[in-house]
């Protein structure tokens, strides 16, 4: 599947990137996948970009000055469906896997202004029919709360040193942390290994090495917990709104994020409401 990367800049002019590969940086460094070194407030590697069957994972680089917005709201990382666009830095970018039109097709007949209004104002009517109706299977409401992402403790492994047994976690927390824009689960599981290295540091008697894993973890735990409230209150008001596919794009966000808790209600919801969202958007676009 051939997909692109469209960069419009403020003076209107458009350039067409192809998104080759399994995961695609862009920013000002000429190092990045797409370079765009007239961008000046671009990071060196501003975005990762990884194509998939039902859009893109993007991500924005940690500590990145310049905000992305995605439909006027800042974005952080997520699943952005074919079509959307974000801006950052005096940017449009648009993921895309559209083949450019090269010219008109002499008997395609122009719609109308009317016709076009009509439309915009239809789309969100019919969300909101299909997301009201009983008779659509639509399951809006969690069987069960939210589960949280960590458990309370975590002991150091009895048996074998423990002060090797911190330093492989630590190493391993480090680097799962720094995946975390592109790999929801990683970021969780790093948070389980900072505080088992914590716990073994402890047994070890290296305190200072301790209260550091205690504070890396907990930095990377507060940002971790308030992407899921954030995706969940995006959820409910996507929902809400009728918007399907945005509705879709959370809930996939979020099956990423309790994946680990297999068994739990909430996820099984999430699924679920995953595979209704889906057959809703295909049969409304039929």
Same mark, same amino acid.
């Given at each position: 599947?051939?997909?692109?990367?469209?960069?419009?800049? +403020?003076?209107?002019?458009?350039?067409?990137?192809?998104?080759?590969?399994?995961?695609? $940086?862009?920013?000002? /460094?000429?190092?990045?996948?797409?370079?765009?070194?007239?961008?000046?407030?671009? !990071?060196? *590697?501003?975005?990762?970009?990884?194509?998939?069957? =039902?859009?893109?994972?993007?991500?924005?680089? @940690?500590?990145?000055?310049?905000?992305?917005?995605?439909?006027?709201?800042?974005?952080?990382?997520?699943?952005?469906?074919?079509?959307? !666009?974000? +801006?950052?830095?005096?940017?449009?970018?648009?993921?895309?896997? *559209? %083949?450019?039109? #090269?010219?008109?097709?002499?008997? =395609?007949?122009?719609? /109308?202004?009317?016709?076009?209004?009509?439309?915009?104002?239809?789309?969100?009517?019919?969300?909101?029919? %299909?997301?009201?109706?009983?008779?659509?299977?639509?399951? $809006?409401?969690?069987?069960?709360?939210?589960?949280?992402?960590? =458990?309370?403790?975590?002991?150091?492994?009895?048996?074998?040193?423990?002060?090797?047994?911190?330093?492989?976690?630590?190493?391993?927390?480090?680097?799962? /942390?720094?995946?975390?824009?592109?790999?929801?689960?990683?970021?969780?599981?790093?948070?389980?290994?900072?505080?088992?290295?914590?716990?073994?540091?402890?047994?070890?008697?290296?305190? @200072?090495?301790?209260?550091?894993?205690?504070?890396?973890?907990?930095?990377?735990?507060?940002?971790?917990? #308030?992407?899921?409230?954030?995706?969940?209150?995006?959820?409910?008001?996507? %929902?809400? @709104?009728?918007?399907?596919?945005?509705?879709?794009?959370?809930?996939?966000?979020?099956? !990423?994020?309790?994946?680990?808790? !297999?068994?739990?209600?909430?996820?099984?919801?999430?699924?679920?409401? /995953?595979?209704?969202? @889906?057959?809703?958007?295909?049969?409304?676009? *039929?």
């Amino acid at each position: 599947m051939d997909a692109w990367l469209e960069i419009v800049r +403020e003076d209107g002019s458009l350039e067409r990137q192809l998104l080759a590969g399994d995961r695609i $940086t862009v920013g000002r /460094s000429p190092s990045a996948v797409i370079p765009i070194p007239d961008a000046r407030d671009l !990071e060196p *590697e501003h975005l990762m970009i990884a194509p998939r069957a =039902e859009g893109c994972w993007v991500a924005v680089a @940690q500590g990145a000055r310049a905000v992305v917005r995605v439909r006027g709201e800042a974005f952080q990382h997520g699943i952005l469906g074919w079509g959307t !666009e974000l +801006e950052v830095a005096n940017l449009r970018l648009k993921i895309t896997d *559209e %083949l450019p039109k #090269e010219k008109k097709d002499p008997n =395609e007949k122009q719609v /109308s202004s009317p016709i076009l209004i009509a439309a915009f104002l239809l789309i969100p009517l019919i969300g909101w029919l %299909l997301l009201s109706d009983p008779d659509t299977g639509l399951d $809006t409401t969690p069987p069960a709360s939210p589960p949280d992402l960590f =458990e309370e403790e975590i002991a150091c492994p009895s048996g074998g040193s423990a002060r090797h047994r911190a330093d492989l976690d630590a190493e391993a927390a480090i680097a799962m /942390s720094e995946r975390y824009p592109f790999a929801s689960q990683d970021g969780v599981q790093a948070v389980r290994r900072f505080r088992r290295a914590r716990a073994c540091y402890r047994a070890a008697g290296a305190t @200072q090495e301790a209260e550091i894993m205690e504070r890396e973890g907990a930095r990377v735990e507060a940002r971790i917990v #308030e992407d899921y409230r954030t995706h969940r209150l995006r959820l409910e008001r996507a %929902l809400g @709104q009728g918007r399907l596919p945005d509705a879709l794009l959370e809930t996939r966000a979020l099956i !990423e994020l309790v994946r680990h808790k !297999e068994g739990h209600a909430y996820l099984n919801w999430l699924r679920l409401l /995953s595979r209704q969202l @889906q057959l809703a958007i295909d049969t409304a676009a *039929e």
